[in-house]
């Protein structure tokens, strides 16, 4: 009986040393603030700043002490408590956090909340007035333009800023108008008559505004 070949034996893989500002200084990710704080010139991470920022939601002036890096939707959710904002993606790809900034459509996840500082911001929250809805969540809620109801926030407002834009869009204008809104539940059909349905709505109502005016 011949015997089994003896096996390779393995080398020993050599450990890769740290960078050397982290062998001075430790490495940024475990140590505490207070050091990270304290010693230079390695420090790469900087001591936390706050700004402070004046901005009309809904309304309603808010003024806040901020980290730059926050970003709006973040602030509106968490700071402020407008939860009828969503965040989706937190990567500008959804559309579910759109609000509106002095009345155009943004996608909160890609706006700072510095950036909206002197600014005024419209949420979900704040479409309806005096308890009565725009005429595009009327829309929507006559034509089941929702399953779960996750993208709806944002579907919403994207749709209002269309429909300042273009007051009556054919189909293949307003499925262009919302490309940047995703449904997962895949309810654009429903979507799309709610879309054309709050066009007339608003048109009929600006008729009728304008008839009341003379
Ligand atoms: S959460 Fe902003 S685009 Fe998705
Ligand atoms: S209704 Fe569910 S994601 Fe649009």
């Not at 050091?35 to 010139?41: N, Y």
């Not at 939707?73 to 759109?98: F, M, P, Q, W």
């Not at 002095?102 to 706006?111: A, E, N, P, Q």
């Not at 007035?129 to 929507?140: C, I, N, Y």
Request: proline residues 6%; aromatic residues 2%.
């Amino acid at each position: 009986m011949t015997r089994p070949a003896p096996r390779p034996r393995r080398r020993s893989v050599p450990q890769r040393r740290a960078p050397l500002e982290f062998r001075q200084s430790g490495c940024p990710l475990t140590r505490s603030g207070e050091e990270l704080h304290s010693d230079t010139p390695h420090n790469r991470v900087k001591p936390e700043v706050s700004m402070r920022i004046s901005v009309v939601v809904d309304g309603t002036r808010y003024s806040d002490d901020v980290e730059p890096r926050t970003l709006l939707v973040h602030y509106l959710r968490e700071r402020i408590g407008k939860v009828g904002t969503v965040s989706g993606c937190d990567t500008s790809n959804c559309g579910a956090c759109t609000v509106h900034l002095d009345g155009r459509s943004v996608k909160s996840c890609s706006v700072l909340a510095v950036q909206a500082d002197g600014h005024e911001v419209t949420t979900i929250e704040g479409l309806a007035h005096d308890g009565a809805l725009h005429p595009v969540q009327e829309a929507f809620h006559a034509h089941h333009a929702l399953q779960c109801g996750y993208c709806t926030p944002g579907m919403i407002m994207q749709s209002v800023d269309l429909l300042g834009e273009n007051p009556d869009p054919d189909e293949q204008q307003v499925r262009e108008g919302l490309e940047g809104n995703l449904c997962r539940c895949t309810g654009y059909q429903n979507i799309v008559r709610a879309v054309q349905d709050a066009a007339g709505r608003m048109r009929e109502g600006s008729a009728a505004q304008a008839g009341g005016a003379r």
